[in-house]
């Protein structure tokens, strides 16, 4: 008996399905060849997962006597999974286009977080603004995401600071969450930064005895989902063992271990995060050797962020060394004031040009391993049967042009799906 489904999408010259032996992640030489359909079709079901892939015609016979709530021709063109980004600050107000300026003119990141630019500035605004203007401009952000291909984004809270404004952003969070296509994963970021007139033994003792505690009341009442915790692990914001005992009582309440490290100084936050079996660190432009092998042997995936090192003219992460030795590398595009960039197709191409990563590693890292990083590789990041049907359809007959034309994602990028449902279309 014939059947409905909701998306066929027909004839496709490429299909990127990136793993197709149910990976979780691919580390070393699985990275050297992904895996590529020529001449395939796929189909997504009513319930939003994919129930077939395949050579065109077998699926055409397979599917002959069934219905389509949509098909799409995608002859010449290429389909891959959607992107998914690793690391976002999306949930802000108040604009930081002036030191963009100060930066050009030789000034460093902490020269301007210590004038009371940089994060203050923006905690400053954002205690101002009101829920109705915060989901507003997140809304806007999220769609200029996904116009880039992305279908997948972690979020993060972290310009609050104090806990009635961070709870404004994650109530914000969880709106987009149920109320916007695009998938995402919420991350609690109160310890972004030391309040000012506070230490950051002090701002740690109040995130663990009263921020904590209330975001666990709040996901046990279904009032909000938090998926992750992050610290911003640094020099002059929170060392080492502050950073420990948040994240520590962060993992016990059932939250993923997700943060910052060795950024702008090397702080040993690799080994950290590979001693308490954290899932990803971000930045790790300062990451030791010995916090490389560490994080390999650990299954903790690095968060490389190509935008940063190149907005702030740091030392690039060493992407090259991390890969050799096995660690599972995923990309974000680290959206926040400092580092206004919506697009994962940007991010992979300066990944390859400045990181020194192959395309094909590049792609991995914006898919299967950054959805890794979030805890969701299970259902999410490749094109395999029983896997949600989110993708992007591309206008050019091999996938490579999505990071080979610099910047030109939005000429190339037709379709954004997300559960089967078409959520963009140039």
Partial sequence: MAGGHRLLLENARQVVTVCARGERFLAGDALHSLAVLEGASLVVGTDGFIKAIGPADAIQKLFSEETFEERIDCSGKCILPGLVDAHTHPVWAGERVHEFAMKLAGATYMDIHQAGGGINFTV???????????????????????????????????????????????RVIERARRQLPVGISATYCGAHSVPKGKT?????????????????????????HVDNIDVFCEKGVFDLNSTR??????????????????????????????????????????????????????????????TTAYML??????????????????????FNPNAYCFSMPVVMHLACVNMRMSMPEALAAATINAAYA??????????????????????????????YQFGGHHELIEYVVVKGKVIYKK
């Fill in 124 to 170: 400053e605004h954002t205690r101002q603004a009101s829920e109705e203007e915060l989901f507003g401009s997140l809304r806007g952000r999220l769609q200029s995401m996904v116009r880039a291909g992305t279908t997948l984004a972690e979020c993060k809270s972290g310009y609050g600071l104090d806990l009635q404004t961070e709870l404004k952003l994650l």
């Fill in 200 to 224: 950051a033994v002090e701002a740690a003792d109040e995130i663990i005895n009263s921020h904590l505690p209330k975001l666990k009341e709040l996901g046990a009442s279904g009032e909000i």
């Fill in 245 to 306: 005992r948040i994240l520590q009582s962060g993992k016990e309440m059932g939250l993923q271990i997700n943060f910052h490290g060795d950024e702008l100084h090397p702080m040993k936050a690799a080994e950290l995060g590979a001693e308490l079996g954290a899932l990803a660190v971000s930045h790790l432009e300062e990451a030791s050797d010995e916090g490389i092998a560490a994080m390999a042997m650990a299954r903790c995936s690095a968060i490389l962020l190509p």
């Fill in 313 to 334: 003219r740091l030392k690039q992460p060493r992407a090259r060394k991390m890969l050799d030795e096995g660690v599972i590398v995923a990309l974000g595009s680290d």
């Fill in 374 to 403: 979030l805890g969701k590789s299970h259902t999410h990041g490749s094109l395999e049967v029983g896997k949600q049907g989110d993708l992007i359809v591309i206008n050019a007959a091999r996938w490579e042009h999505l990071i």
